[in-house]
Nanobody, 125 residues
Framework: QVHLVESGGGLVPPGGSLRLSCTVS????????MAWFRQAPGKGREFVAGINLSINSIRYHYSVKGRFTISRDNAKNLMYLQMNNLQPEDSAVYYC??????????????????WGQGTQVTISS
């Protein structure tokens, strides 16, 4: 059974940084995409960043480009999201997700089959 567990969320002031981690067990997504999504209260789930090392592809939502960095350690089955210069609009529950579709870097939530339980990120002074 596949399990994804996020950690690293918290409360930081505007301009602060956080590093989210996603620990994967039961499957290795090394040949397909993994991604971070977020969902703020009253809003839909939004793609934040995704990575597919098998095709050397990384994508970001335009609002986080230059501030967030996604990375993976396939050997340890871990994924990270380094978030810098955080702003109040970044506040949300952040989810990691894994796709079984090989050969593409997809940003659509429906293409991801495995999800973590989420970690809360709150940006406030």
């Amino acid at each position: 059974q596949v399990h994804l567990v996020e950690s690293g969320g918290g409360l930081v002031p505007p301009g602060g940084s956080l590093r989210l981690s996603c620990t994967v067990s039961g499957y290795n997504f090394e040949n397909s995409a993994m991604a971070w999504f977020r969902q703020a209260p009253g809003k839909g789930r939004e793609f934040v960043a995704g990575i597919n090392l098998s095709i050397n592809s990384i994508r970001y939502h335009y609002s986080v480009k230059g501030r967030f960095t996604i990375s993976r350690d396939n050997a340890k089955n871990l994924m990270y999201l380094q978030m810098n210069n955080l702003q109040p609009e970044d506040s949300a529950v952040y989810y990691c997700a894994g796709s079984l579709i090989v050969g593409i870097m997809t940003t659509k939530a429906d293409d991801y089959i495995s999800w973590g339980q989420g970690t809360q990120v709150t940006i406030s002074s």
